[in-house]
């Protein structure tokens, strides 16, 4: 038998930052997000060797242990050992024996929260594996736990709960941990024409995003006054994209997306840098309408939204600069396991 797992990555198109306990708990969060047809893989081969196997095949490092309750938190591969201990800890109480192969679409630092992404698809197969009952909300609280609490990674809630739902969705942090996840019926034409006007530009800049997020929270913690004003602002745009996408108004849209990337810029200093403001400006003076950085910012990819008509000029144009250029599409499901005989 052989389980395999996907989860999707996503895009952060508002509010992002918002999700961090430290400002959620006393403020309220709002992030907007979708999912996007690029994924995070997990394999898993039970086996009879009394022995585990874990392979990372995108950054090629394997690690192998004895069959145990309780494995050393790795520091090559802290996701794959973390999980298996809080899986075993929590559903299981007995060593297993397998083989785990996982790959990414999206290197680590991204921005398209590849790391969560991760988290989710593994925790997917083992509920796969193991028939554990697990529902959607289950599984993202899990992820967060293990990916906050167990390994110690700072950030923030949105990544958990959109690689598990997927699709179109607008989040409500609150706090004790409360969690609503509002899936967007976009109306087919809406979805199209947000698809045929964005390109995705890596910048080839992977960056550390814990160190921007533990700026951030330090921020929330000092009630940085200048600070906190901009996280209530991003929480704004998310809340007025939400009601442009309902609407189909591509106008407000690409507004809320310029707004809301000025406003991170403030709520921590190394979310832009000279490179991304020059980059920014180049997109802006080759066709396109707006832009913003996926994620936590200082780096990974870039969010490029246009008119269609002019999206190859614009490509043209990104592809005389280092990086890579993308046009992924959307999708409207969430994490999947299933087995093969």
């Given at each position: 038998?052989?389980?395999r797992?996907?989860?999707?990555?996503?895009?952060?198109?508002a509010?992002?930052?918002?999700d961090?306990?430290?400002?959620y708990?006393?403020f309220?969060?709002?992030?907007?997000n979708?999912?996007?047809?690029m994924?995070?893989?997990?394999?898993i081969?039970?086996?009879?060797?009394?022995?585990i196997e874990?392979?990372?095949?995108?950054?090629?490092?394997?690690?192998q242990y004895q069959?145990?309750?309780?494995?050393?938190?790795?520091s090559?591969?802290?996701?794959?050992?973390?999980?298996?201990?809080?899986?075993i800890k929590d559903?299981v109480?007995?060593p297993?024996?397998?083989?785990m192969?996982?790959?990414?679409d999206?290197p680590?630092?991204?921005?398209l929260?590849?790391?969560?992404?991760?988290?989710?698809?593994?925790?997917?197969?083992?509920?796969?594996?193991?028939?554990?009952?697990?529902?959607?909300y289950?599984?993202?609280?899990?992820s967060?736990?293990?990916?906050?609490e167990?390994?110690g990674?700072?950030g923030g809630?949105?990544?958990q709960?959109?690689?598990?739902?997927?699709?179109?969705n607008?989040?409500?942090?609150?706090?004790?941990?409360?969690?609503?996840v509002?899936?967007?019926?976009?109306?087919r034409?809406?979805?199209?024409?947000?698809?045929?006007?964005?390109?995705?530009?890596?910048?080839?800049?992977?960056?550390?995003?814990?160190?921007?997020?533990?700026?951030?929270i330090?921020?929330?913690?000092?009630?940085?006054?200048?600070?906190?004003?901009?996280?209530?602002?991003?929480?704004k745009?998310?809340?007025?994209?939400?009601?442009?996408?309902?609407?189909?108004?591509?106008?407000?849209f690409?507004k809320?997306?310029?707004?809301?990337?000025?406003?991170?810029?403030?709520?921590?200093s190394s979310?832009?840098?000279?490179?991304l403001?020059e980059?920014?400006?180049?997109?802006?003076?080759?066709g396109?309408?707006?832009?913003?950085?996926s994620?936590?910012?200082?780096?990974?990819f870039?969010?490029?939204?246009?008119?269609?008509c002019?999206?190859?000029a614009?490509?043209?144009?990104?592809?005389?600069k280092q990086?890579?250029?993308?046009?992924p599409?959307?999708?409207?499901t969430?994490?999947?396991?299933?087995?093969?005989?």
């Amino acid at each position: 038998m052989i389980i395999r797992s996907k989860a999707p990555l996503r895009l952060g198109l508002a509010g992002g930052g918002t999700d961090i306990a430290d400002y959620y708990n006393l403020f309220g969060g709002y992030v907007l997000n979708a999912t996007i047809d690029m994924y995070a893989y997990c394999t898993i081969e039970p086996n009879d060797s009394k022995r585990i196997e874990f392979y990372a095949a995108d950054i090629d490092k394997q690690e192998q242990y004895q069959s145990c309750e309780s494995l050393p938190l790795s520091s090559s591969l802290p996701l794959h050992t973390g999980i298996y201990n809080r899986i075993i800890k929590d559903f299981v109480n007995r060593p297993l024996s397998f083989k785990m192969t996982t790959y990414s679409d999206a290197p680590a630092g991204s921005g398209l929260g590849s790391s969560s992404t991760m988290v989710v698809t593994i925790i997917k197969a083992f509920v796969e594996w193991l028939n554990i009952p697990l529902g959607e909300y289950d599984i993202a609280a899990l992820s967060y736990k293990i990916e906050r609490e167990d390994i110690g990674f700072a950030g923030g809630r949105q990544d958990q709960y959109a690689a598990t739902f997927g699709g179109f969705n607008f989040m409500e942090f609150y706090e004790n941990d409360r969690v609503i996840v509002n899936p967007l019926r976009l109306k087919r034409w809406i979805r199209n024409e947000i698809e045929a006007s964005l390109v995705l530009f890596y910048t080839g800049i992977s960056r550390e995003s814990a160190n921007i997020i533990s700026e951030q929270i330090q921020h929330a913690k000092d009630g940085n006054k200048k600070n906190i004003e901009s996280m209530h602002e991003m929480k704004k745009q998310a809340v007025l994209m939400k009601e442009a996408l309902l609407k189909g108004d591509f106008n407000n849209f690409s507004k809320c997306l310029s707004h809301g990337w000025l406003a991170k810029k403030n709520a921590a200093s190394s979310i832009s840098n000279s490179f991304l403001d020059e980059l920014y400006q180049y997109v802006l003076d080759n066709g396109a309408e707006s832009a913003k950085i996926s994620g936590a910012g200082g780096g990974g990819f870039m969010m490029i939204y246009c008119n269609p008509c002019k999206k190859v000029a614009l490509i043209r144009a990104l592809k005389e600069k280092q990086g890579m250029v993308m046009t992924p599409g959307f999708t409207e499901t969430g994490t999947q396991g299933w087995r093969l005989p």
